[in-house]
Nanobody, 124 residues
Framework: QVQLVESGGGLVQAGGSLRLSCAAS????????MGWFRQAPGKEREFVAA????????YYADSVKGRFTISRDNAKNTVYLQMNSLKPEDTAVYYC?????????????????WGQGTQVTVSS
């Protein structure tokens, strides 16, 4: 069992930056691929970024490529999402998720564990 707790969300102006953190419990964190997803009001949950267990491979949605960076610190059981040049359309609840089997993927069905989410609001 893995528990995930996101933090770092908040209100920011367009063009600003935020760094989300996701702290994981459990000693097997370093073997999990991790992902970030987001869900805006009235919309489906969508993939944002993913990182392999080693951090050697990363994947991004086209909408965030070049602006967001996913990283991880296995010694701290934490995955991060650095978000720069934020836009109002980035406003959503952001969720981190852990995939113990499949490796880094944009498919939400592969992720077995999910955090409770953190709200990011970007004002224009």
């Amino acid at each position: 069992q893995v528990q995930l707790v996101e933090s770092g969300g908040g209100l920011v102006q367009a063009g600003g930056s935020l760094r989300l953190s996701c702290a994981a419990s459990g000693r097997t964190f370093s073997s999990y691929a991790m992902g970030w997803f987001r869900q805006a009001p009235g919309k489906e949950r969508e993939f944002v970024a993913a990182i392999s267990w080693s951090g050697g491979s990363t994947y991004y949605a086209d909408s965030v490529k070049g602006r967001f960076t996913i990283s991880r610190d296995n010694a701290k059981n934490t995955v991060y999402l650095q978000m720069n040049s934020l836009k109002p359309e980035d406003t959503a609840v952001y969720y981190c998720a852990a995939d113990p089997v499949s490796g880094a993927t944009m498919w939400s069905g592969a992720y077995d564990y999910w955090g409770q989410g953190t709200q990011v609001t970007v004002s224009s």
